[in-house]
């Protein structure tokens, strides 16, 4: 049985508003996947993982991790 651990649905940010950096990005990583983020340099894979973490907050889209959205969760609660 798949249980999802982290969703990105339809993220999207750009650093400086002209271009996306991130656009339409969707993942889910399920309880006991192991998962590997591969690219190019510049291809935003540390954004993402920013995202993921709640460093950064998406222009759009929603991140949810343990069933909870990142937006909701307080600095402390993410440290």
């Not at 651990?5 to 969707?26: F, M």
């Not at 590997?36 to 709640?54: D, E, F, S, V, Y």
């Not at 909701?72 to 440290?79: G, H, I």
Request: glycine share 10%; charged share 25%; hydrophobic share 40%.
């Amino acid at each position: 049985m798949r249980e999802p651990i982290i969703e990105v649905s339809h993220l999207r940010h750009s650093y400086l508003g002209d271009h996306d950096d991130l656009k339409d990005v969707n993942l889910t990583i399920n309880k006991g996947e192991f998962v590997a983020i591969i690219g190019q340099n510049g291809a935003g894979k540390t954004t993402l993982a920013r995202h993921i973490i709640g460093l950064l907050k998406p222009d759009a889209g929603a991140i949810t991790v343990n069933g909870r959205a990142i937006a909701d969760r307080s600095v402390a609660e993410l440290s």
